[in-house]
């Protein structure tokens, strides 16, 4: 008679009959469960190292390009129709300053002059005449342009009283050397302060007297700036 293989205890499967149980039953179950699924763990895992970097890479180099292609955040930028190599043209040319924005800059400007002629343009008695109604003010824009390009040396009478100090050149080869617009600002400023109502100075009008007088290299006096009065 033939015996037939016996069937695979209920351990074997990885459970037990509760009836059945033992502690040796037990433990091959147990024995059983760990080796097909690892005990948890407390905490957590961390991100592999090239995966952190990688990431961090990636926001690295969007950061860079975002900030490279952001086009000052101008929405022309992002227009199909937007004119890179016109745009770039518009922003070198030099830009038209408003009236406002002329007397703003000659009065920094200013600041400069305000240490011999007075923060109130009233000048120094003896020594540095006044701007505030000063026929040299407001008279000949000639006259005043080539005495601050040049610079003045020796007296001269203002308002009917004598002064003796001598004026920087702030033109080519002084101690300034201020462009044509600085002293055009700087000049109106003066033509338009302290109750002065004189006509605003350009720069044309400066270029022009600078060109003019290009082979000038010593400061003006009194006398040679006569003929430029206006009548």
Known sequence: MSTSPSAPGPESKGHIEQAGASDESIQ?????????????????????????????????????YFVHYRGDFDPLVYDYRFDAAAAKAAASAPKELTPEQIIGKGRILYNTCASCHTPSGMGVAGAFPPLAASEWVTGSEERLIRLLIHGLAGPIVVKGLPYNGNMPAFGPGGGYNWNDAKIAQVLTFIRQEWGNTAPPI??????????????????WSEAELQPFEEP
């Open 28 to 64: 091959r179950v147990h024995a059983i469960l760990i080796r097909e699924k690892e005990e948890p763990k407390e905490g957590f895992t961390p991100m592999p190292l090239f995966l952190l970097g990688f990431i961090s890479a990636m926001i690295f180099l969007g950061a860079v």
């Open 202 to 219: 350009t720069p044309e009008k400066v270029a022009e007297i600078r060109k003019a007088e290009s082979a000038r290299a010593k400061p």
